[in-house]
């Protein structure tokens, strides 16, 4: 009875050891089984109603295979969404909103702006709302469509997102869409990861990085696109701020406190900016632990769902030993695996989110209630005839290309230099306020150019043009010329990294 059952036991191991190596090879030959399971939806499918399929609300099975019908077999996909589901799903999807509509939603607000500009002016609407000589229809307009657009628009950019375009009803219909995810990863243009720390430390993450890599050869002429899921509600709060800042500024203005604005801003500057300085310290933080994570990279430690189980089913081969044969037929050895995350992710971060982990182009797109409320300043000084319609219309560009991008860069700096969470509450807090204190020299600046300039008694067209490009000229070189800050430490993702281990990646490796 004892030999039987080893022999029995024995079977079921060669078995399940014969259908691990069948499945790595099918899987590393980056192939689909057939060619309807490569599958796209459009992006705006993948978030509507907020991102419910991100958000786990897909619980019934109608909602899932209502997705799915709406996914259509494709040749090409435009981008492979890679996430974790142990990350928290509102950041991903807030995230997402912003990469995949916030351009057009700064239009759209934009546009609403300027047509509630022009209606002040035609007089349909009223002037002086909500304060005595200053309307702001150009902002409350451009607020209201920039959040409704962010919301609903439809992006069509055609997207791999797995609930929708795996069958996630019918069980042999989603194995075989697992078993095609190598050919699904080499007809994709090319990849979204959505990084968090739990990224890194799914095992099914790590495959379709390994896949996509594979797919694109020695060459990488299509690198990954690797974005934070922070990065939502850091351009949220800045959203936010900047709503804040800017309606108080009008409000001051339209008192014509002009001696008193300077003090009166900055007091309130340490109230509304607090929420930010916290929110930008706690994501430039999980840069450095994203640096920790990529140093010490090792495919052991990652997790996958048969093995926190504990094997509940011998029969079938566990996901690790499958998705490492996979690697090893890819680049020849785990080792020169990691060898290559570890030298190509830092660079690829460094490359794609800047010297201060926050890219120009989104800090323009969530500070633009800056631009319509000075377009509403504009407005109210054209309506009383005087002259200085043309120094806020000049401002308004000079502010929202420069002032604030440098502004924010110093903001981006401190906190980045405080980044480390402090020992005590009392500690952390003197951090945020020390974060907050560096901008005030900007407010000086920005303000007092402004009426250096005007005590030469230039003409007011020509005074805007002058403090806005100094303004933007500051910017930029605080943003991309190499004499602006920057600030390396051990453990940052700015350090060099190694060359890429490429060695195993060229198309005759492994296949």
């Known amino acids: 009875?004892?030999?039987?059952?080893?022999?029995?036991s024995m079977t079921d191991s060669v078995r399940c050891d014969l259908l691990a190596d069948c499945t790595a090879e099918w899987l590393s030959s980056m192939e689909a089984l057939r060619k309807d399971l490569v599958r796209s939806v459009p992006a705006h499918c993948a978030l509507h109603c907020f991102g419910a399929a991100l958000r786990g609300q897909m619980g019934q099975s109608a909602s899932k295979m209502s997705l799915y019908g709406m996914s259509k077999e494709t040749d090409i996909i435009d981008e492979f969404w890679s996430h974790s589901w142990h990350s928290e799903p509102w950041k991903k999807v807030l995230c997402l909103l912003f990469l995949k509509n916030g351009v057009a939603a700064a239009v759209a607000g934009t546009v609403a702006c300027l047509v509630g500009c022009a209606l002040t002016i035609d007089g349909s609407l009223p002037n002086g709302v909500p304060f005595e000589g200053i309307s702001l229809w150009g902002t409350a307009l451009g607020i209201f469509s920039y959040l409704l657009t962010l919301l609903l628009w439809r992006p069509w950019k055609s997207v791999f997102l797995d609930i929708g375009c795996i069958n996630q009803e019918d069980a042999s219909a989603k194995t075989q869409g697992i078993l095609s995810m190598g050919g699904i990863l080499k007809q994709s243009r090319t990849m979204l990861v959505l990084w968090d720390v739990t990224w890194v430390q799914r095992l099914w993450c790590i495959f379709e990085f390994a896949a996509f890599l594979k797919s694109r050869g020695s060459t990488m002429a299509k690198t990954p696109l690797i974005r934070p899921i922070l990065f939502g509600a850091c351009a949220l709060t800045i959203f936010g701020f900047t709503c804040m800042?800017?309606?108080?500024?009008?409000?001051?203005?339209s008192l014509g406190f002009r001696a008193a604005l300077l003090p009166s801003v900055g007091a309130i500057f340490f109230f509304i900016l607090y929420p930010a300085a916290v929110t930008f310290r706690d994501y430039l933080w999980s840069m450095d632990t994203l640096a920790e994570q990529l140093r010490n990279f090792c495919i052991a430690n990652s997790k996958c769902h048969c093995c926190s189980t504990g094997h509940p089913d011998r029969s079938v081969p566990c996901d690790r030993e499958i998705v490492l044969r996979c690697i090893r037929r890819w680049f020849g050895s785990e080792k020169t695996f990691e060898d290559t995350v570890r030298a190509l992710l830092p660079s690829l971060f460094a490359e794609q989110l800047g010297r201060f982990g926050f890219p120009y182009w989104l800090l323009l797109v969530a500070t633009c209630p800056m631009l319509w409320s000075l377009l509403d300043l504009t407005v109210s000084h054209w309506l009383r005839g005087d002259h200085f319609w043309q120094f806020w219309l000049g401002a308004s560009g000079g502010w929202w290309l420069g002032?604030?991008?440098?502004?924010?860069?110093?903001?981006?700096?401190?906190a980045k230099v405080l980044r480390a969470p402090a020992r005590s509450r009392l500690r952390d807090v003197l951090k945020n306020l020390c974060v907050i204190a560096l901008n005030l020299p900007?407010?000086?600046?920005?303000?007092?150019?402004?009426?250096?300039?005007?005590?030469?008694?230039m003409p007011t067209y020509l005074t805007a043009i002058i403090a806005g490009s100094i303004h933007i000229s500051l910017a930029v070189t605080l943003w991309f010329s190499p004499f602006g800050l920057r600030h390396r430490s051990s453990g940052t993702l700015e350090q060099e990294a190694p060359a890429v281990a490429t060695d195993g990646m060229d198309e005759s490796a492994g296949i």
Not at 442 to 457: A, D, R
């Open 442 to 457: 900007v407010l000086v600046l920005t303000f007092g150019l402004n009426e250096i300039l005007i005590i030469f008694q």
């Open 1 to 8: 009875g004892t030999g039987t059952g080893n022999s029995h």
């Open 245 to 253: 800042v800017m309606f108080v500024m009008i409000f001051l203005f």
């Open 403 to 414: 002032a604030h991008p440098f502004a924010a860069g110093l903001f981006f700096y401190g």
